[in-house]
């Protein structure tokens, strides 16, 4: 026992000792742990440097991850359902083999850009409406996520409410997408898609889950998404750092539309659609920089050995000094480092605020595709861009399409849009002051930026300011000065051939058809232009073009026409029809075209209209040659009236019944026997037909517009002879009078009118037609043979019992 007690003792005599020491160290370690410095909790990084607006921590980071990453409709939101016309239209942009996909962020940005200027319009007369700090500054950032294949887009504009979201990325004019969907299909061109009000959904050319985060003054942080699968949903944001104001539109892109994902990429899109927007565009971009960092131990030993052994001997003693004096300072290295910063991406400055002379032909069409949202490969016809001085100061830029919009004379004077947008000092007021410009001009693009109206004021109280009227009047002249040069500066409507061969020869062949090509796009513009304004009403008539019996298909001036008028016409002669070809064969151009006289062609339905308000032009009378009033010379007419009085005044009572007012000798005709004018202030015949084809026609308050007939006979046409003897012989005779008639039927067809009884006319054609067969005009048409019909009841018995005797023979 003894054995084990000392070395017993002596173990617990050490314990005692180390337990002490041990306590020391774990509190000297705790005390040293406390004082040193603790990591803090990792955020992630701000989108846009935003404080307090889209940073997250990293709950929220990891929550938003999985929604990503599950591209799947949060379970908590309110689902809906895609308007019928909107689900058809995004059937066709999901399955769509189009190459031309890069239009989507062209259409994002300009919808971005409307909602940044509705909020700076919004601010002139409410500026708390913009918030505090990085609110009020009214931009566009793009930003990319590389690993989760997203792409975002925000802006700080007047946001969506929850309404907002589901009126208007659920629903759409289906008018706008039955237009787009039967252009697209037509011509094939996407292009269109942001002029029919349905740019949003090109999203879905390059994703196919979005969402769409919006904050509006009014309402709470909602989230709009979809997977383009027919339904779409809404629900409160409550994951998301809170937007402050504006939208931002994620976009989940497809595993082919992954260049997208390239900076690069998105810098040449916008330089190449969005280059005028006038927001600044940021992108989140990487950038490489050199920085100087302390180099490694073994490098700065490599580096010295290196410097040794290339050194000589003769600097020897040299270099030593200076390694000396190197080895004092520490050794640094340069690296290249990945940095992030946003780029702004358009610089330009506003185009109507620069010289002229310094903005390219190039910078000028880029300008008008941004405007108009018509990103072809087609240029503008022309543009005018000027400022105007005095007491009204503006700038001003106008376009003319190369075609016409698909609906520019459906709604022609119901529609109050315009296409010319209005600024006040550089703010955009509204694009619905169809004050700034009359409707028949509607069809030119462009923009007014004035110095002089009030910027505080509403739209109403701005729409009655005394100034606008005075812009009109500058941009009427401006516009009308823009057409006419189109047309002098085009080799085709000029008559004098050395300066058609100059043009040719110049580089200046693009200009070549210009003005033909206007006309055929928007002449009909011109001519409402001339029913509506007569304080321009002259200078349109300058601008009119039309085919005439010499003209050979091309297209004449009324200047030109005057040019070549004979010495002895004192009217300009004109002729109005459904087609050219109907009107060449017309028997009113028979004795104008005989004495090489020159008439014009109307064949547009508005000519009629237009000839009541275009009297005259450079002091000559407008003569409708199927009118009352054509005046030609005829040496014999007297002797004609003379010889055929007795033939005119009985036919005039003849044709008492018909309501013709006289039956006269005509001068105008050379080959057909007769035709049938009308009063000089009456409607014409093709007025007539135009009038009656009115859905809300009444006949009865249309009669006293229709012209007075008048019959003209040819008293040199055998006929006319003829008839003249058969009435002198027997003026009574039932068989003449037939005859008298029936030539005055076909005449009224001949010249464009609509007979009152077609049945009678086709009774006095047949009874011709009996006469000159030798058929008796009391012959009968042979009846039908009667045959005698059984009773039905009868009938069926007989066919049962028919079969059931067929039956008992087949037993």
Known sequence: MRKWTIPFVLFLLCLIFLVPDQGRKIQANAEADSDAPVDPPKVEEKFGAVPNGLSTDSDVAKREAESM????????????????????????????????????????????????????????????????????????????????????????????????????????????????????????????????????????????????????????????????????????????????????????????????????????????????????????????????????????????????????????????????????????????????????????????????????????????????????????????????????????????????????????????????????????????????????????????????????????????????????????????????????????????????????SSDDNEKKGQYAKFWNEFGKSIKLGIIEDSTNRNRLAKLLRFETTKSDGKLTSLDQYISRMKSSQKDIFYITGASKEQLEKSPFLERLNKKDYEVILFTDPVDEYLMQYLMDYEDKKFQNVSKEGLKLKDSKNKELKESFKSLTKWWKNTLASDNVEDVKISNRLADTPCVVVTSKYGWSAYMEKIMHSQTLSDASKQAYMRGKRVLEINPRHPIMKELRERVVKDPEDENVKLTAKLIYQTALMESGFELSDPKDFASHIYSSVKSSLNISPDAAVEEEEEEAEEPEAETKAEESASEDSEVKDEL
């Open 69 to 504: 990453s599950r591209k799947t409709l949060r379970a908590n939101a309110e689902k809906f359902e895609f308007q019928a016309e909107v689900s058809r239209l995004m059937d066709i942009l999901i399955n769509s083999l189009y190459s031309n996909k890069d239009i989507f962020l062209r259409e994002l940005i300009s919808n971005a850009s409307d909602a940044l200027d509705k909020i700076r319009f919004l601010a002139l007369t409410d500026k708390e409406v913009l918030g505090e700090g990085d609110n009020t500054k009214l931009e566009i950032q793009i930003k990319l996520d590389k690993e989760n294949k997203i792409l975002s887009i925000r802006d700080r504009g007047v946001g969506m409410t929850k309404e907002d979201l589901r009126k208007n990325l659920g629903t759409i004019a289906k008018s706008g997408t039955s237009a787009f969907v039967e252009k697209m299909q037509t011509s094939g061109d996407l292009n269109l898609i942001g002029q029919f009000g349905v740019g949003f959904y090109s999203v879905y050319l390059v994703a196919d889950y979005v969402e769409v985060i919006s904050k509006h003054n009014d309402d709470k942080q909602y989230v709009w998404e979809s997977k383009a699968d027919g339904a779409f949903a809404i629900s409160e944001d409550t994951w998301n750092e809170p937007l402050g104001r504006g939208t931002e539109i994620r976009l989940h892109l497809r595993d082919e539309a992954g260049e997208y994902l390239n900076e690069y990429k998105l810098k040449e899109l916008v330089k190449k659609y969005s280059e005028f927007i006038n927001f600044p565009i940021n992108l989140w971009a990487s950038k490489e920089v050199e920085k100087e960092v302390p180099a490694d131990e073994d490098e700065s030993i490599d580096e010295e050995e290196t410097s040794e052994s290339s050194s000589s001997e003769e600097e020897g003693e040299e270099e030593d000094a200076e390694k000396a004096e190197d080895e004092k300072k520490p050794k640094r290295k340069k690296v290249k480092e990945t940095t992030y910063e946003w780029e702004l991406l358009n610089d330009v400055k506003a185009i109507w605020l620069r010289n002229p002379k310094e903005v390219t032909d190039e910078e000028y069409t880029k300008f008008y595709h941004s405007l108009a949202k018509d990103f072809s490969d087609e240029k503008p016809m022309a543009w005018s861009h000027f400022t105007a001085e005095g007491d009204v100061e503006f700038k001003a830029v106008l376009f003319i399409p190369p075609k016409a919009p698909h609906d520019l004379y459906e709604s022609y004077y119901n529609s109050k849009k315009s296409n010319l947008k209005l600024y006040v000092r550089r703010v955009f007021i509204s694009d619905e002051f169809d004050e700034l410009l009359p409707k028949y001009l509607n069809f030119l693009m462009g923009l007014v930026d004035s110095d002089t109206l009030p910027l505080n004021v509403s739209r109403e109280m701005l729409q009655q300011h005394s100034s606008l009227k005075t812009i009109k009047k500058k941009l009427i002249r401006k516009a009308l000065d823009m057409i006419r040069k189109l047309a002098e500066e085009d080799p085709d409507e000029t008559n004098d051939k050395e300066k058609r061969d100059v043009e040719e």
